[in-house]
């Protein structure tokens, strides 16, 4: 049975013949001209055809015509409303499950009204691959980020994909993350990764990022929000800054999202540098005086830039130069992994964290000359042997048993922060202990999640200073 041709007029709403059910649905997929339309919805019009066209087959002339399921909510989607449900069904029947966005996403471009390039990369191109140099971006701290999020939500800036804020940066959750980050460009989910380092979501501090890009359908599922602090000691729900319709906002939100939340994944922008934590950073990162953390991925086989030599040179300070022959030098080597390695484990790290490649906490210590020296002496942001390098936010959880807890919770005492042990302090993890490292956090001047009762690097540094 062939599909009859209709006129180009608007169906009635109640028609169930299988013209009509096909022009509603190409209607409620498609997005405006003026957005360029969106190519990732083309799968899903494919999909809705095939079933519509199956339904006339077989001679059910409403077939999935008269479905309205609930859509997917938390998610980005091309196709909402009633063929949004439908093109749900066909992508796995996702149904809402909490306040997520209603969002479809653009395209990377330039800033609204700067200059660019003739045509912008597709919206729904492959993600980019090639990483953006630290160097290259503009510096800004968490502070900063957190307060360009904070004028958005004043502003009450509607969602959109074709508008373009005061700012130049584009109404929708990856311009937001373009304006939060300071960056040159209007950026999607696809390629901020770029821009940032990966970390895990126990180390997320204000200004970070949760992102979920998924590369099968962009506009189904992908989203991405800013970190604004815990929003209690549990570490299960945070302070989400996002762009989604109607408007920006800020809300409590389970870690990582209302849905696909195992997918999210945790950024850090490589060009954040201290200067104020916006209300929720414990660790505190390089200072404006020193380098920042470059990234994973200028360190370990194959890599060959200024931060290998500029690691290298680091290290024989801190008692490395034995590993080395010769050199420091660009290229990475077997003698600086072993030289990294040693400073890691001169810390007490073990296993993974030590495993010869620096990360951002390892860097940190090398440049600011903290921790304990290869062969046991303390660097200077230390005190004393006892007050060298933090050992990592891992020792310091529920359920926890460790050496560490016990020394925390003598500094504490030492400090005059112990008024919340009844007996102790030992080396099982309690509530005491956390409730004593949120008075200290708190006796600093820090609020939210900075003040969450777990130390992080720059705690431990000042309790042992």
């Known amino acids: 049975m062939s599909v009859p041709v209709f006129e180009e007029i608007e169906p009635a709403a109640d028609c169930g013949c299988p013209g009509c059910a096909r022009q509603r ?4 997929l498609g997005l405006p001209v003026r957005a360029g339309g969106h190519p990732a919805a083309h799968g899903a019009r494919r999909a809705l055809v095939l079933v519509t066209a199956a339904g006339v087959v077989l001679g059910g002339g409403t077939g999935v015509a008269g479905a309205d399921p609930v859509v997917g909510g938390g998610v980005e989607g091309a196709a909402r409303g009633t063929a949004g449900g439908a093109a749900g069904s066909a992508a796995g029947g996702a149904t809402e499950t909490g306040p997520g966005p209603d969002t479809p996403q653009g395209g990377r471009g330039p800033l609204h009204g700067a200059p660019g390039p003739a045509s912008a990369p597709s919206p729904v191109a492959d993600p980019t691959t090639s990483q953006i140099s630290a160097d290259s971006l503009r510096k800004t701290t ?6 360009r999020a904070k004028k958005w939500v004043a502003a009450q800036v509607p969602y959109s994909m074709e508008k373009y804020f005061s700012d130049g940066y584009r109404q929708d959750c990856s311009g937001y993350i373009s304006m939060a980050w300071n960056l040159r460009s209007n950026e999607w989910t696809g390629s901020l990764d770029r821009f940032a380092d990966r970390i895990d979501r126990a180390d ?19 989203h991405v929000t800013i970190f604004g602090g ?16 109607p408007r920006t906002r800020k809300q409590p939100t389970p870690l990582a999202y209302w849905e696909y939340s195992d997918r999210y994944v945790a950024y850090r922008y490589k060009g954040v540098v201290s200067g104020g934590g916006g209300g929720g950073a414990t660790g505190g990162g390089p200072s404006a005086t020193v380098t920042p953390y470059p990234g994973a991925a200028k360190f370990g086989p194959g890599a060959n830039n200024a931060y290998v030599t500029q690691l290298g040179k680091l ?3 801190r008692g490395g130069k034995k590993f080395y022959s010769q050199g420091p030098g660009p290229r990475w080597g077997e003698a600086d992994r072993r030289a990294t390695q ?3 484990r001169a810390q007490g790290w073990k296993g993974p964290e030590a495993d010869g490649l620096p990360g951002p906490q390892t860097w940190s210590l090398l440049v600011r000359g903290q921790g304990k020296d290869i062969g046991g002496s303390s660097g200077s942001g230390g005190s004393s042997a006892s ?3 933090f050992p990592g936010r891992g020792y310091f959880r529920p359920g926890q048993s460790n050496a560490y807890v016990e020394k925390l919770g003598k500094q504490l005492v030492k400090r005059g922060f112990g008024k919340h042990y009844a007996s102790g302090p030992g080396p099982r993890w ?13 006796a600093q001047g820090w609020r939210g999640g900075a003040a969450d009762g777990y130390p992080g690097p720059e705690t431990w540094r000042r309790l042992f200073r």
């Open 142 to 147: 968490r502070a900063e980020i957190v307060n």
């Open 315 to 317: 290290l024989v300070a």
């Open 230 to 245: 815990w929003t209690d000691y549990t570490h299960t729900a945070y302070i989400a800054y996002e762009q989604t319709k």
């Open 430 to 442: 309690t509530e005491a202990d956390r409730r004593n490292v949120e008075a200290f956090q708190r």
């Open 387 to 389: 007050a060298s390098g």
């Open 204 to 222: 997320l501090q204000p200004g970070d990022i949760l992102l979920f890009h998924n590369p099968a359908n962009p506009t189904r599922g992908s």
């Open 342 to 344: 040693a400073f890691q």
């Open 25 to 28: 649905r190409d209607l409620a």
